[in-house]
């Protein structure tokens, strides 16, 4: 690796280290419903530990180990990356974008160069140099968007746009939370959304493929999206459930002390851009976890996540998949964490 790469947190807020001032704690108040809760993307958001979102690509510290795991579950399971035939123009259109977003976020570590019809893309931190022609597969050694994937923490959907409708047409998912892309791929965005309690009856669904319809060229929106998990387990998928979903049992059967180091929240950023050359829709979810034991370091933050558990509804607690690890995690943020019901 160069040694001008520099992955360390640079910017500390209130004495607290990095992955607590940069991480993007979901809650704006004390109670949590499925909404569309989209904004403009773009703008950096304060917390009360800090900030984040000023980029639609994020480099951390966690960078190196992130791409090792991706390689390590597509290694067991190439099915994580999945490409109808009619999005190959669409995977090129993202890469290009993304390409372009890495070397805006670090410009020190990414570069995008084009001389001619020939662009070269960098990654000093990889000590990659790629170059390549747009629409030319034999000057890749991989599909576009797989290749990418290599150089982002970020999972990736790319939604074709036709029959009124958006369709999840291609992808690059290693770290889903319960749920599968090799199973919704060529699905509906209606489709694939069919499973989420409240939303079809209360209309956020149908809304949000409305408003995401209307996005021109360029246009760049953002959401969260939350969860918890026990340990720092990125991959979460459907496929991989008999490994992490035991885990729940397990740390409600657990002492509790342990609930602190061992049960994270778990937070997606989401990010929906509309792409040019294509006219495809790229869905960008970033994933960021954080212990309990962190989140407690900043008051405001545990005693939010004690009162948006305590309230949540059942179907909703079931669904996100919470119900068995929510009870321990209120239990320990009353004990350990400062909390006050």
């Known amino acids: 690796m160069s040694s001008t790469v520099d992955f360390e947190i640079r910017e500390h807020s209130r004495g607290l280290p990095g992955r607590i001032a940069r991480f993007p704690f979901p809650f704006p108040r004390d109670t949590y419903r499925y909404s569309t809760n989209v904004e403009p993307a ?3 958001v304060d917390t009360a530990a800090g900030r984040w979102g ?8 966690y960078y190196l180990e992130d791409l090792a795991e991706r390689e390590r579950v597509l290694g067991e399971d190439p099915t994580r990356f999945q490409a109808l035939p009619h999005m190959e123009i ?32 960098t990654n000093r931190a990889l000590d990659v140099e790629q170059a ?71 209309g956020v669904i149908p809304r949000a493929q409305h408003f995401l319809m209307g996005l021109q060229a360029g246009q760049r929106y953002r959401r969260t999206n939350w969860s918890l998990t026990v340990d720092r ?9 008999p490994q992490w ?33 294509s006219g495809a829709l790229m869905f960008l979810i970033r994933t960021y976890l954080l212990p309990f034991e962190d989140i407690a370091r900043v008051p405001e933050w545990s005693d939010r996540l004690y009162r948006v558990l305590d309230e949540l509804p059942e179907d909703m607690a079931d669904y996100k998949g919470v119900t068995r690890t929510r009870e321990p995690g209120l239990r320990w943020l009353r004990t350990y964490g400062g909390v006050q019901p």
């Not at 002492?255 to 180091?261: F, I």
């Open 42 to 44: 773009g703008s950096v």
């Open 54 to 61: 000023e980029h639609p690509v994020d480099i951390d510290g």
């Open 90 to 121: 669409a995977q090129w259109d993202a890469m290009i974008t993304l390409m372009r977003m890495l070397a805006d976020a670090d410009p020190r570590t990414f570069s995008l160069d084009r001389k001619g019809g020939i662009r070269r893309f």
């Open 132 to 202: 390549f022609v747009f629409g030319e597969r034999s000057t890749l050694p991989e599909p576009p968007l797989r290749f990418i994937g290599r150089h982002i923490q970020e999972d990736v959907v790319l939604l074709d746009q036709r029959d009124n409708a958006l369709w999840g047409d291609a992808g690059l998912v290693t770290f889903a939370a319960d749920w599968s892309l090799r199973f919704d791929v060529g699905m509906s965005f209606l489709q694939i959304h069919g499973p989420v309690p409240r939303v079809h009856t209360e």
């Open 233 to 241: 387990r990125l991959d979460q998928s459907t496929e991989t459930y």
């Open 245 to 277: 979903g035991r885990d729940r049992r397990l740390l409600a059967e657990g002492p509790l002390e342990d609930v602190g180091r061992r049960l994270n929240l778990r937070v997606e950023v989401q990010h929906l851009v509309r792409l040019g050359a």
